[in-house]
T-cell receptor, first 114, second 118 residues
Framework: DTEVTQTPKHLVMGMTNKKSLKCEQH?????MYWYKQKAKKPPELMFV???????INESVPSRFSPECPNSSLLNLHLHALQPEDSALYLC?????????????FGSGTRLTVV | AQTVTQSQPEMSVQEAETVTLSCTYD???????LFWYKQPPSRQMILVIR??????QNATENRFSVNFQKAAKSFSLKISDSQLGDAAMYFC???????????????FGTGTRLQVML
């Protein structure tokens, strides 16, 4: 299995809703990432997990809450989002020690906040 | 902090022709990795090619090759025999080789949208 699977592919939520994005990989990668991508822009790093521990938080608002329950799964919990949070959310994984191999990305969740 | 610059927002190429996408970067590090990613309308970021900074030889993957000029901090992507399926947004990316953490950040350029014409 050489894929990163993200669910759901599309999500529409109201500003008072609570929802979660899910990311799964079975490649044995021990580093996992959340990126946010606005239209026609490059991805922006949000969070990095290394060996299931949060190692980088790029000053992301607390309405985004990441969770890494095990080495294969990464969640992003969403609460009280704003319309400007509408974007493509990409998950990625990499071998923690294999820095030259780049990341493997999922196909993303298109989030719309109404 | 490292920065990655792609000065061509859009490029176009005729099918079967060759096109070169430019990328420059700024870093004070001597050891790092460079990547080109492709993002088609399907949204998934796909790794096209990678280059280790300590290697002088330019990386090649089938129709894709790079021109890595370390002193000039330049990392261009050449696509030969362009195909319709090459149409996508292409991002150049930088990753430090520093092992201060077990995972390191991938820094992207602003992207170049490539159109392939019949």
């Amino acid at each position: 299995d050489t894929e990163v699977t993200q669910t759901p592919k599309h999500l529409v939520m109201g500003m008072t809703n609570k929802k979660s994005l899910k990311c799964e990989q079975h490649m044995g990668h021990r580093a996992m990432y959340w990126y946010k991508q606005k239209a026609k822009k490059p991805p922006e790093l949000m969070f990095v997990y290394s060996y299931e521990k949060l190692s980088i938080n790029e000053s992301v608002p607390s309405r985004f809450s990441p969770e890494c329950p095990n080495s294969s799964l990464l969640n992003l919990h969403l609460h009280a989002l704003q319309p400007e949070d509408s974007a493509l959310y990409l998950c990625a994984s990499s071998q923690a020690q294999g820095l030259s191999y780049g990341y493997t990305f999922g196909s993303g969740t298109r989030l719309t906040v109404v | 902090a490292q920065t990655v610059t792609q000065s061509q927002p859009e490029m176009s190429v005729q099918e079967a022709e060759t096109v070169t996408l430019s990328c420059t970067y700024d870093t004070s590090e001597s050891d790092y990795y460079l990547f080109w990613y492709k993002q088609p309308p399907s949204r998934q970021m796909i790794l096209v090619i990678r280059q280790e900074a300590y290697k002088q030889q330019n990386a090649t993957e089938n129709r894709f090759s790079v021109n890595f000029q370390k002193a000039a901090k330049s990392f261009s992507l050449k696509i030969s025999d362009s195909q319709l399926g090459d149409a996508a947004m292409y991002f150049c990316a930088y990753r430090s080789a520093s092992l201060t953490g077990t995972a390191s950040k991938l820094t992207f350029g602003t992207g170049t949208r490539l159109q392939v014409m019949l």
